[in-house]
């Protein structure tokens, strides 16, 4: 399993919004990453200043969104998509951005039922409800 430190994936952007920017060729999974990131232009001066990026710190009370959180989500949400896990997974998101008409939108929506999943299971010390999220996104979809 890939594990890759704070740093790495912040570097794995910033090196991916480069070498989009000029037009250099791209891994495929730079390629969805750049997909992700000229989606997200205000983002791309933070992408810009890899040392920066490193070191900035994203906190709540700032009220500043993460970047790289944010971009990982979509490759995450992308990835389960491909894959159909959680099974059922692609059909909701596939719906929803038929109703949002919009990948991007749907995906935002997914994102806060990700999210909400990943925060009930740091409280409660539980693993992630893969069913809890799935069955979430639905509703969303639905709506």
Not at 41 to 69: C, I, K, M, S, W
Not at 76 to 89: F, L, N, T
Not at 127 to 138: I, M, W
């Amino acid at each position: 399993m890939f594990a890759p430190s704070q740093i790495e994936v912040r570097r794995f952007f910033c090196s991916t919004y480069a070498k989009w920017r000029d037009r250099l060729p791209l891994t495929p999974m730079e390629t969805l990453a750049a997909q992700w990131i000229e989606q997200h232009p205000e983002y791309h001066a933070e992408l810009a200043d890899e040392e920066q990026a490193v070191q900035a710190v994203y906190t709540v009370e700032e009220g500043r969104t993460n970047p790289f959180l944010h971009l990982s989500m979509h490759l995450s949400i992308s990835e389960q998509h491909s894959i159909d896990q959680p099974r059922g997974v692609r059909q909701a998101l596939d719906l929803l951005a038929a109703r949002r008409q919009s990948l991007h939108e749907a995906q935002h929506v997914a994102m806060d039922c990700l999210g909400t999943m990943i925060w009930e299971s740091q409280r409660s010390g539980r693993p992630p409800d893969g069913h809890a999220y799935l069955e979430a996104l639905r509703h969303k979809a639905t709506q």
